[in-house]
């Protein structure tokens, strides 16, 4: 599929894989696949900022190339790194057979048959069905050098290998790089990039996001559903559930042939919402009963 050419297009295009994004968010993965460049995602844990970068590869026809970030990440595990093993192989071979040239052994060694491609340098490789989709997740978890790393792929679409050299991107990949907000990037990083903060959904998109991901769920479920959870943001808690959790809800509570909201049943299935046994544990006894009964309150008319 060719990309959109408007921000309506954009919208239509991610709403077919079921993805539900808002005229904000549009516009501004509109620019990034115009201008080809790198899109920044920012906002808490759940709110749909990976989800955007899968939707974008499924409904492109691209690949999606997944950088997971983690603290220590470095260029070994992000770009490239030589296969040792088969390289020591290579080398008992060549000292067996006494053919064991020094120059033309080295030159060998450290050519593409021994090199082990990771996300980033596979990413700048061509592909037939057009640059892919490249991820670089959950970014804040990294280190600073990494980040300074980053700063050529992102500038340049390209990354050097001192063994071979520099190798280019003939064709730029479509770059989403996510951020929970757990420290701030550096602006170095950021100006590189369209920037676009995620927030948490109205009522009236999350009921949509649900509608789109758990079809099955009668209206009157997803409504009390959504109204609980956007009444539990409103609460003091160590983690506020994304949207991720709205589903994973609602998708539990229709496991369990659920209908209708009741205390029992939010206090049974609260470790699909809620992830830190202190939150759990402020909606015990009667806290559940009281949300769900303002839950109910907004969903009356005015």
Request: proline fraction near 5%.
């Amino acid at each position: 599929m060719t990309k959109p050419t408007s921000i309506d297009a954009v919208q239509q295009m991610l709403g077919a894989q079921g993805y539900v994004c808002d005229r904000a968010l549009g516009t501004v993965v509109f620019l990034a696949l115009s201008l080809g460049r790198p899109l920044f995602l920012e906002g808490e844990a759940g709110v749909g900022k990976t989800e955007i970068a899968k939707a974008l590869a499924s409904a492109l026809g691209r690949r999606l190339i997944r950088l997971q970030c983690y603290e220590g990440l470095d260029a070994s595990s992000a770009v490239y790194e030589w296969n040792f093993p088969a390289q020591m192989i290579a080398i008992r071979t060549a000292e067996a057979a006494g053919t064991a040239d020094r120059a033309a052994l080295q030159a060998e060694l450290f050519s593409k048959e021994f090199l082990i491609e990771r996300p980033l340098l596979d990413a700048m490789r061509p592909d037939e069905n057009g640059a892919p989709v490249l991820l670089i997740d959950e970014l804040d978890r990294t280190d600073e050098p990494f980040e300074a790393y980053l700063l050529e792929a992102l500038s340049d679409f390209q990354v050097t290998i001192p063994e071979l050299g520099t190798i280019k991107a003939p064709e730029p990949p479509i770059v989403i790089l996510t951020s929970n907000r757990t420290r701030e990037v550096h602006d170095a990083l950021k100006r590189r990039c369209l920037y676009h903060w995620v927030d948490y959904p109205d009522f009236d998109r999350e009921m949509d996001i649900l509608t789109a991901r758990a079809p099955e769920a009668a209206e009157n479920l997803s409504r009390e559903v959504v109204a609980f959870v956007q009444q539990l943001r409103t609460e003091d808690l160590f983690k506020k559930p994304g949207v991720a959790e709205t589903i994973d809800w609602a998708k539990c509570l229709l496991a369990l042939d659920v209908l209708t909201l009741s205390p029992e049943v939010i206090a049974d299935t609260l470790g699909a919402v809620l992830k830190y046994q202190d939150d759990i544990a402020k909606l015990q006894g009667s806290e559940a009963k009281r949300l769900l009964d303002q839950a109910r309150a907004s969903l009356e008319p005015s």
